[in-house]
């Protein structure tokens, strides 16, 4: 079944980008149907969905880090990433990586979650 | 805060019934998702559309939804059913994915 890993820096300095990368195993970005998702959880609190990149290249952030976002898929070695920029302490969170159906709105597989730590 | 409201905690007895609820508009035009999640875990998905299960999750967990509620029920609720539990839908303009704050199951 399709499986998902994250993987990247667990520590950034303020003002830097955050970069992670998400490897899917048992399936193909490129078969489409689904869109690949980030979404990231603060310490003890609820889910914030970050946006997702479909095979072609399209993508949909939330309006919220719209402005600091980019989601981008490598299918050759069946792989998306993110890019935060200019990141501060508030962005210190679990982020995880998800398979997401549109139509209903699902997300599933998760990966298992890395924590990015912003400090100095 | 979210568009998606949930109750922060909910407690049930060990073998009981429960419901969680989901509260927003977008749920009048949009069905809800599922999600488990236990300490130190990625979220499971345990519901998606009008009330369907991923192989794999037990048939105690129910999806059902009325006007701008959505809720998941647990019927005969277990131990191991202690977790935090978050719907997911979309945003009121149908544009994007929220989430709900989450509600914290406990079982006595």
């Known amino acids: 079944q399709v499986q998902l890993q994250e993987s990247g820096p667990g520590l950034v300095k303020p003002s830097q980008t955050l970069s992670l990368t998400c490897t899917v195993s048992g399936g193909s970005i490129s078969s489409g149907g689904y869109y690949w998702s980030w979404i990231r959880q603060h310490p003890g609190k609820g889910l914030e969905w970050i946006g997702y990149?479909?095979?072609?290249?399209?993508?949909y952030y939330n309006p919220s880090l719209k402005s600091r976002v980019t989601i981008s898929v490598d299918t050759s070695k069946n792989q998306f990433s993110l890019k935060l920029s200019s990141v501060t302490a508030a962005d210190t969170a679990v982020y995880y990586c998800?398979?997401?159906?549109?139509?209903?709105?699902?997300?599933?597989?998760w990966g298992q979650g890395t924590l990015v730590t912003v400090s100095s | 805060s979210s568009e998606l409201t949930q109750d922060p905690a909910v407690s049930v007895a060990l073998g009981q019934t429960v419901r969680i609820t989901c509260q927003g508009d977008s749920l009048r035009s949009y069905y809800a998702s599922w999600y488990q999640q236990k300490p130190g875990q990625a979220p499971v998905l345990v519901i998606y559309g009008k009330n369907n299960r991923p192989s794999g999750i037990p048939d105690r967990f129910s999806g059902s939804s009325s006007g701008n509620t959505a809720s998941l029920t647990i019927t005969g609720a277990q131990a191991e059913d202690e977790a935090d539990y978050y719907c997911?839908?979309?945003?009121?303009?149908?544009?994007?994915?929220?989430f709900g704050g989450g509600t914290k199951l406990t079982v006595l």
């Open positions: 998800a398979r997401e159906g549109k139509v209903p709105n699902w997300f599933d597989p």
């Open positions: 997911n839908s979309r945003d009121s303009s149908g544009n994007h994915p929220v």
């Open positions: 990149i479909y095979y072609s290249g399209s993508t």
